[in-house]
Antibody, heavy 120, light 110 residues
Framework: EVQLLESGGGLVQPGGSLRLSCAASGFTFSNYAMSWVRQAPGKGLEWVSS????????YYADSVKGRFTISRDNSKNTVYLQMNSLRAEDTAVYYC?????????????WGQGTLVTVSS | QSALTQPASMSGSPGQSITISCTGT?????????VSWYQQHPGKAPKLMIYDVINRPSGVSNRFSGSKSGNTASLTISGLQAEDEADYYC??????????FGGGTKLTVV
């Protein structure tokens, strides 16, 4: 059974940093692209970032480029999202999602999400 | 990259069919057959319902179908059931190598 378990969310002040983790199980992690998608309270889904299966290629939304860094450790079956210079508008539930096949832009499994709140 | 355009809300009666539209541009929907649809119930993670415009993942009811014409994609739900009441989001790959979602459609089954 595929499982994605996010952790690392919490309350952080504007300008602060946070690192999210997503531990994967139930599939061969190193064969799939992984992504982060967020959802602000009461709002829609927003793609944040993706990383290919090897970790050699990363992609970011303009809204987070230069502030967020996605990475993965295939030996630990874990994908990370390092978030720096956080802003109030980054407040959201952050979901980790597994790509379908080799794709990084369609997601067949999602975690339950971790809430990030940016506030003073 | 602007969000794709979806109706904010729609409603239907049990047994009816309903079609949710998702409008983009030639830089996203119109340029690629990489449109997906997700269903999200309150407090839950999204669930993939349709990918690559028309394909249904294993386990998704055949009451759900997808299509595309030009810059507009559509999700049709036939034989509406109470459990179909949820938020629905479309997404598309873009020429910028990014992914864009629609604003979401709240479907009410009355």
């Amino acid at each position: 059974e595929v499982q994605l378990l996010e952790s690392g969310g919490g309350l952080v002040q504007p300008g602060g940093s946070l690192r999210l983790s997503c531990a994967a199980s139930g599939f061969t992690f190193s064969n799939y692209a992984m992504s982060w998608v967020r959802q602000a309270p009461g709002k829609g889904l927003e793609w944040v970032s993706s990383i290919d299966d090897s970790g050699g290629n990363t992609y970011y939304a303009d809204s987070v480029k230069g502030r967020f860094t996605i990475s993965r450790d295939n030996s630990k079956n874990t994908v990370y999202l390092q978030m720096n210079s956080l802003r109030a508008e980054d407040t959201a539930v952050y979901y980790c999602a597994k790509g379908v096949g080799a794709s990084r832009f369609k997601f067949d499994y999602w975690g339950q999400g971790t809430l990030v709140t940016v506030s003073s | 990259q602007s969000a794709l355009t979806q109706p904010a809300s729609m409603s239907g009666s049990p047994g009816q069919s309903i079609t949710i539209s998702c409008t983009g541009t030639s830089s996203d929907i119109g340029g690629y057959n990489y449109v997906s649809w997700y269903q999200q119930h309150p407090g839950k993670a999204p669930k993939l319902m349709i990918y690559d415009v028309i394909n249904r993942p294993s386990g998704v009811s055949n009451r759900f179908s997808g299509s595309k014409s030009g810059n507009t994609a559509s999700l049709t739900i036939s034989g509406l059931q109470a459990e179909d009441e949820a938020d629905y989001y479309c997404s598309s790959y873009t020429t910028s190598s990014t992914l864009v979602f629609g604003g979401g459609t709240k479907l009410t089954v009355v």
